[in-house]
RNA sequence: GGACGGUUAGCUCAGCGGUAGAGCACUGCUUUCACACGGCAGGGGUCGCAGGUUCAAUCCCUGCACCGUCCACCA
């Protein structure tokens, strides 16, 4: 093995080997249980963020657990064909070559988006395999592939069928820059500085005026009434009275509603039912006529006065603004914060417009899916999301799912001359439908509107498994286990899987949700391309130069002009370029950070890090291998032929105890999804025990080469065997780097098989990602082991800190007196010697008998053992004294505390009978250390050192 | 206007009734035959503020402050 651990090296090679060897299809045995996660498909034509690289580490991590325990564990993986934003892309491309959509006939531009799709889509597929992400690739899919086109269809007749989606004329959320509906969801009204604009509507009798506030006084051509509140004392007298719209000249009636609320602006409030959502209710409400104003994109029509046709809305506004004051209407004007609506894609100001389209009739739907929650049959994690979902989904409004694009799927609906409705599942069923109910031929024309990406996104959980056939692996996958998903699509995409999947599977789409958080930059920034701070995941595994960095940020900006302060900011934060980190790291990173309910700054020296941790693996995996062929070169014979001749230290057995702990603390892990408690105890268990203390045990033990003896036998065996067992419970996070090790490690292990005379090595799987999850009661916990060892830990340590403290040289060789030693520290002392003197790094350990003068030493406390250095040459008293009144300072302040807690009635009345004990116990060896410290300050003092 | 989350060591974060933890950064010693992407030792926190409950509060309750997110029809 090489003395570094190189990641890019072995990465690629072994995604390839896994893909090539099938190991991603889920095992086919009937009796294997199933465990299922969908992908949340990412937009086809673009690439994979900081984002998906985690939610991805997290479905990797819990697909690979799954398989290794013996489940039929299937990764679905698939894209989006993302209709709005991918359309906008290529408008974009078309746009750069001086073309417009409308330029191409709508089957040339969908060829172009084909086209597009076939160049582009590649990337996120690249991007996951270098994740080393399990999905089973050969179920890929495409949510417009022709199985998913069959579903939408399929789902959309059937709940038209059952009057669940119905077309209607309403107001909706019209984006004036895209041309098309959009549904709720997809509107994000943010608090804008506006005006509002007090007006004076003339009485048609020519007695006065009322005075009617509004922030969009263009929409006032489309006025059909002023409202008060029925209870307004000051207006009450005029309701059924006519006003005489200014500008139009029109007459509308006064009328009250409740809605109206007296105390803000005049309390008058104008109604313009076509370009308002709750000025539609009210007229609703009063019968009133409905004005359409506006063109689609949002420019006056020929309902305006003459002159104002043709403007824009906002210069409409203006215009509008001079004639109003140039004739008086205007009473005044004020500043006025309000809530402006603005497409998410567009960015444009949404306008409610009246357009026909197609709902789901999503009430009926929903009870369903909030009772699934409510029982618990679908469990959110961390739990409290469960909140944000009922808030939404019982106030939720009927879906609009029709968008005037070109790229989606068709809505299957078709219209006769006469404009009645077929909805069919083709075009000859629509035909056939047409004839039986007019009683002849009809021409028919398909409805020109796509649906809502989300419709489509909707049906995932069970059209990737062949919905709406019934087939063998809807049976089996069908509900998944568990969805993992950012909080920013419960309602797009959550909540409206849980709703079909009720609706057509009858049973919910899957068990738990894990809501992760969002990863945000150092800063706590958002990564977005527009703030210039996004990274490629791939950059991090790979690393990528300064420049090319900056390259990659600024190009292709919607705002070119940003560009100059990215370059500042990434010259900043990124001097030197990213340093290329490896898959593992970065997955063990994300893992680590994977906390429940809280977004994730992402912080690149965690990376770092966690690649050392990769190296430290690398390493001690180096030295197991190198111990192992010194001692037994050839086949594993040597170490395992002959039985009974294995002895375990102490050492062997205290570490396979923490290993099966530590499995304990992982499994327990993965079922609560804190994969950081999974990460914390392998990096705690890997680096601080396996290395730090059982590799140092071993070399003793192995020191010597020739014959192996039982206990070299016994130590050779557990440095394999542990290895070997965590290199399975770290393979789910750190995939490619367990694998290569795995490959060297697991031929030198025999099987499960009992040792026969001439052992033949039992065939390994191929490869460690079917390999079974080790399990915790093949490394029982050993509570003697841990027992010797925390003590032979504790003399160490004691001697490492006199060493360090004192800064005596590592190579320096101390003598050492054991000082008021038990029988028990004396025998374990015996046992541990070589150990002890190699770990503490110490001569052989002197006992004083008792009434010995001990000479002037520097100390640590063990217990009643009291470890003593003698300081002859080494070590200056002063330092030492210095040392000893430090530690007599921090056991004096936990003595009093546990004093007064003892002291304390109440405490000794209430505390339960265990704390108190415990309490009485630290107090009482707090006195131990107190009193061995005493004498050694008084002997360190008798040497004159005290400083005057 | 509702709802949810956050505030713990210089930084990023765990913990959440009874000795305050990790990683990174920092200081000293150390280039001994797994690893300097290393080893050993060390420094560093009145756990946002104020009340309350309790024998005991970083942890539970109430209020406040600041930061963040989501939802909502006040023109």
Not at 610 to 625: H, P, S
Not at 804 to 825: C, F, I, V
């Amino acid at each position: 093995m090489d003395k570094t651990y190189s990641p890019a090296q072995i990465e690629q090679h072994w995604y390839a080997q896994w893909e090539l060897q099938g190991g991603f299809a889920p095992r086919s045995d009937a009796g294997a249980k199933a465990f299922c996660i969908m992908i949340p498909p990412p937009n086809v034509t673009g690439t994979l963020h900081m984002g998906h690289a985690f939610q991805d580490t997290i479905m990797d991590a819990l697909t690979r657990y799954h398989r290794m325990r013996g489940e039929a564990a299937l990764w679905q993986p698939g894209t989006d064909h993302a209709g709005i934003a991918t359309q906008m892309v290529v408008e974009r491309q078309l746009n750069a070559e001086g073309r417009r959509r409308t330029d191409l006939t709508r089957e040339e531009f969908l060829e172009r988006v084909w086209q597009w799709k076939a160049q582009s889509g590649g990337m996120i597929a690249h991007q996951l395999r270098r994740l080393g992400a399990s999905v089973d690739w050969s179920r890929d899919r495409f949510t417009m592939d022709e199985g998913m086109t069959r579903a939408v269809t399929e789902a959309f007749v059937r709940l038209h069928e059952q009057q669940l989606i119905y077309r209607g004329k309403r107001l909706v959320n019209w984006d004036p820059v895209l041309l098309t509906a959009l549904s709720d969801l997809e509107v994000l009204s943010e608090e804008e500085s506006g005006s509002l604009w007090y007006l004076r509507y003339p009485l048609s009798d020519g007695t006065g005026a009322l005075v009617v506030a509004t922030t969009r006084p263009e929409t006032m051509l489309g006025d059909t009434a002023v409202a008060v509140h029925p209870d307004d004392e000051r207006y009450r007298h005029l309701v059924g009275a006519t006003l005489i719209l200014p500008l139009s000249g029109r007459r509308i009636p006064i009328i009250a509603d409740g809605y109206v609320d007296p105390s803000f602006g005049s309390g008058c409030l104008k109604i313009t039912p076509a370009h308002d959502f709750n000025d539609y209710a009210v007229a609703q409400r009063h019968q009133l006529p409905l004005i359409n104003i506006f063109t689609p994109d949002a420019r006056l029509n020929e309902a305006a006065p003459p002159q104002l046709r043709g403007l824009d809305r906002f210069e409409a506004r203006a215009r509008i603004l001079v004639e109003l004051e140039a004739r008086g209407f205007i009473e005044r004007t004020e500043a006025h914060k309000l809530m402006v609506p603005r497409g998410d894609r567009s960015g444009a100001v949404i306008e409610p417009y009246l357009t026909d389209q197609w709902y789901v009739r999503v009430g009926e739907l929903a009870a369903p899916a909030i009772a699934a929650v409510e029982s618990g049959r679908i469990r959110f994690v961390p739990a409290n999301w469960d909140k944000t979902y009922f808030q939404w989904m019982r106030n939720i409004q009927d879906w609009c799912i029709s968008r005037q694009l070109w790229w989606g799927h068709r809505i299957p609906a078709w219209y006769d001359e006469a404009g009645h409705i077929y909805v069919a599942r083709d075009a000859a069923a629509a035909a056939a439908q047409a004839r039986a109910q007019r009683g002849r031929d009809v021409p028919l024309r398909q409805d020109e509107d796509v649906l809502d990406t989300w419709f489509s996104s909707a049906l995932w959980p069970f059209s990737t498994l062949g919905w709406p056939a019934e087939t063998a692996d809807l049976r089996r996958f069908y509900p998944g286990s568990v969805l993992v998903t950012g909080f920013d699509i419960i309602f797009f995409w959550v909540a409206r899987m849980i709703m079909m999947g009720l609706k057509f599977m009858a049973d919910v789409p899957f068990r738990d949700v894990y809501v992760h958080g969002l990863i945000r930059d150092a800063e706590g920034q958002k990564m977005s391309k527009s703030k210039g701070n996004v990274i490629d995941p791939l950059d991090i595994v790979d690393g990528i130069g300064l420049e090319a960095l900056i390259a990659k940020r600024t190009a292709g900006l919607m705002q070119p002009h940003l560009a100059p302060a990215i370059e500042a900011a990434t010259r900043k934060q990124f001097p030197q370029g990213i340093g290329a980190h490896g898959t593992d790291a970065l997955r063990f990173t994300f893992a680590s950070l994977a906390t429940h309910g809280r977004d994730i700054r992402f912080d690149l020296q965690r990376v770092g890090g966690n690649r050392n941790f990769c190296n430290k693996l690398w390493n001690a995996a180096r030295f197991v291998m190198l111990s192992v062929e010194q001692q037994a070169p050839g086949p594993q014979e040597l170490l395992f032929a002959e039985a009974g001749e294995v002895e375990l230290t102490v050492a062997d057995r205290w570490i396979r105890s923490r290993l099966g702990a530590a499995i304990r603390v992982v499994e327990g892990a993965f079922a609560d999804y804190r994969f950081d408690f999974a990460a914390a105890a392998l990096y705690e268990f890997t680096w601080h025990e396996y290395c730090d203390w059982y590799l140092e045990l071993a070399k003793p033990v192995l020191q010597g080469a020739g014959a192996a003896t039982p206990q070299q036998r016994g130590t050779l065996q557990t440095l394999l065997a542990v290895l070997e067992a965590l290199l399975r419970v770290l393979h789910p996070l750190m995939p490619f780097i367990t694998e290569e090790i795995w490959q060297r490690v697991a031929p030198r292990l025999p099987g499960p098989a009992p040792a026969a005379p001439a052992p033949v090595p039992v065939a390994v799987p191929a490869s460690i990602m079917l390999a079974p999850w080790p399990s915790a009661a093949d490394f029982a916990s050993d509570p003697a082991a841990e027992r010797d060892m925390h003590w032979l830990m504790q003399v160490v340590l004691g001697v490492r800190q006199i060493r360090g403290e004192m800064d005596l040289s590592p190579a320096r060789k101390l003598p050492l007196l054991l000082q008021n030693a038990s029988a028990a520290d004396l025998a374990l002392a015996q046992r541990h010697q070589a150990l002890l003197m190699r770990l503490a790094g110490v001569e052989t350990p002197c006992p004083l008998t008792d009434g010995a003068r001990a000479p002037p030493s520097a100390s640590a406390l063990v217990g009643e053992l009291t470890l003593l250095v003698p300081m002859a040459g080494l070590i200056d008293p002063v330092a030492e004294l210095a040392r000893l009144e430090k530690r007599m300072r921090k056991t004096g302040e936990e003595i009093s505390r546990a004093q007064a807690k003892l002291g304390n009635d109440k405490f000794v009345g209430a505390a339960p009978a265990a704390v108190v004990a415990q309490e009485r116990e630290r107090l009482a060896e707090f006195e131990r250390t107190r009193a061995g410290l005493e004498r050694q300050l008084a002997q360190v003092r008798a040497l004159g050192a005290d400083p005057p």
